[in-house]
């Protein structure tokens, strides 16, 4: 799927302590290894990961998601192609951890 950085959320952590941590609560998955981005070649080997605020690209859904990326890949503008195999978690407080 691709997914663009939503730049400059100075949004203050929720109640789980962290995106991060945030994501794993809610998408059930345990936090990837490596950066999840697909790039052409040899693929982002990062390991210091986040939970970016995202929003899914060319899709009239436009709500904001928390997806694990590289501190590289948080701050890049760019559409990126990331792995399926990992959810994108509501960054909505209201409908998750502070329902
Ligand atoms: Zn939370
Ligand atoms: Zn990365």
């Not at 991060?20 to 080997?45: A, D, M, R």
């Not at 890049?76 to 407080?93: M, P, R």
Request: aromatic share 10%.
């Amino acid at each position: 799927m691709k997914i663009k950085n939503i730049n400059g959320t100075s949004q203050t952590t929720c109640a789980c302590g962290s995106w991060l941590k945030h994501w794993e609560k809610f998408s059930g998955q345990s936090v990837p290894k490596y950066c999840p981005v697909i790039t052409n070649h040899p693929g982002c080997t990062k390991k210091d990961l986040a939970g970016a605020h995202v929003r899914k690209y060319a899709s009239s859904d436009e709500k904001w998601y928390i997806y694990p990326l590289c501190s590289a890949h948080n701050q890049s503008t760019g559409v990126l192609e990331v792995s399926d195999s990992y959810k994108l978690v509501s960054a909505n407080k209201k409908e998750t951890c502070e329902k």
